[in-house]
C-alpha cells in the first residue's frame, strides 16, 4: 500500500484539532466575554463537525 506523506488533514480532523485547541484556551481564560467568544467558537465547531458526520454518511444519495 503507498504511503501519502503530503496528504492534508481532513475536515473532521482540522475540525477535531482547533476544537481542542479552542479547549485548552477555555481551560485558562477566566470569565467574560473573552471566554463567551471561546464557548461560541466551540458550539460552531461542535455543528460544522455534526454537518460534515452527515454530509459524509454513507445514506446520503445526490438527487437523481
Same mark, same amino acid.
Given at each position: ?5 503530503? @496528504?492534508?488533514? %481532513?475536515?473532521?480532523? #482540522?475540525? %477535531?484539532?482547533? @476544537? @481542542? +485547541? ?12 473573552? #471566554?463567551? @467568544?471561546?464557548?461560541?467558537?466551540? +458550539?460552531?465547531?461542535? %455543528? ?12 446520503? +444519495?445526490?438527487?437523481?
Amino acid at each position: 500500500m503507498a504511503s501519502f506523506p503530503n @496528504k492534508s488533514p %481532513t475536515l473532521y480532523e #482540522r475540525l %477535531t484539532a482547533e @476544537k @481542542k +485547541r479552542l479547549q485548552i484556551e477555555l481551560d485558562q481564560a477566566g470569565s467574560g466575554s473573552a #471566554r463567551n @467568544k471561546l464557548l461560541d467558537k466551540l +458550539r460552531q465547531l461542535d %455543528t460544522a463537525a455534526h454537518i460534515n458526520e452527515w454530509l459524509s454518511s454513507p445514506g446520503l +444519495r445526490a438527487p437523481v
